[in-house]
Structure formats: C-alpha cells, structure tokens
C-alpha cells in the first residue's frame, strides 16, 4: 500500500460494551463488576465536583486518538476530564466524540484487562495529548499516575493524590477504597 493509500483512521461501530482499537485489532471492553462500577462511580463524583466550570467529566465517552504520526483511533475510557478552553475549540457534533485525547484519563482495572493492552492504551494517551492518566487497581488498592511528562508515581490506599498538574484536584483512595467496603 503506497503512502497516500494508507489507513488514516479506524472507524468501529458503537457496541456493548463499546470497542476500542489496542495493539492492532479490535478490542471490547470487559463488563464491568460491581466493584469497577463502584470505583467509576466514586472517580467520576469527586472529579466533577472538582471540575465545576472547568471542563466536563464523563464516564465511558469515546474519544477519537491520534497519537502523532499515528492512525486515528477509538479509546473509550472509564472517566474522562476535558477543560472548557480545549472544548470551546471543537465543534458541537467534535464534542460528543472528540478528536483529542482527554486532559485526564482514568482506567480501572478489572480482572480480564490485559497488562499489555493497558500499557499500550496509556502509552496512546500520553502521546496523543493527555496531561494525566490514572490507573485505579481495585485488587491491590493503588492508584497508578503518569504523566504527559514522563513522571509516574504509585498511590496506597492511605494515600491521597494532589495534582501538581490540576491545581485543587485531590483524591482520597481510603475515601475511594471505601466504596468497596459497603455491603
């Protein structure tokens, strides 16, 4: 296939749960457990309190990533942040399925991701423009943080996390953790 024939962007059909492109091949994403659901849940909750005139905050919201030199492709990620200012410069119909990476991104695990699928949609990201991206591991507890910078820093669940990145933006994984622990 010459240069000017080359696949720019994969395009996959809305599924449940949706399709994501990792590693090359089409990718679904695994339903979630009550546990995952929870931790989505309590992410997504104290992201938007903080987020209030900042930017939006969605749970499962495909995004339209392209990382430089690299295809288009779909990553739908568990909770997303995108600042006002970066969705001001798209247009209403960009808004719904926009092509940038969000300003935060959060992933949590469940039994079936694959580690190498996980590292390559982080890797994805982080090139394609994210400023942070979360991995919450409800199993071990922690809280994984990388970011656009090449930093990463493992949380406990007695640990809280305050974005240097995201002034006001702090996270409580014993608060997080909690979620898991009502019966």
Not at 26 to 39: D, F, I
Not at 119 to 147: E, N, Q, S, W
Request: aromatic share 6%; proline share 9%.
């Amino acid at each position: 296939m010459d240069a000017g024939s080359a696949i720019r962007e994969i395009v996959l059909p809305e599924t449940t749960p949706e399709t994501e492109w990792l590693r090359d091949r089409p990718v679904q994403k695994v339903s979630p457990t009550r546990r995952h659901a929870l931790l989505q849940l309590a992410v997504a909750v104290r992201l938007r309190a903080w987020a209030r005139g900042l930017g939006d905050v969605g749970t499962e919201w495909r995004f339209r990533v392209t990382p430089p030199g690299e295809i288009t492709r779909p990553l739908v990620p568990d909770v997303a942040y995108v600042s006002y200012e970066r969705m001001m410069a798209l247009s209403v119909a960009e808004r719904e399925t926009p092509p940038v990476a969000p300003d935060i991104v959060v992933e949590i695990l469940s039994p079936d991701d694959r580690p190498a699928d996980v590292a390559h949609k982080r890797d994805v990201y982080l090139a394609a423009g994210a400023t942070t991206l979360l991995i919450v591991d409800p199993d071990r507890r922690t809280m994984d943080v990388f970011d656009a910078g090449g930093a990463h820093t493992e949380y406990h669940e007695t640990d809280t996390y305050a974005s240097g990145l995201f002034p006001g933006l702090t996270l409580s994984l014993a608060d997080l953790f909690a979620e898991l622990d009502t019966p």
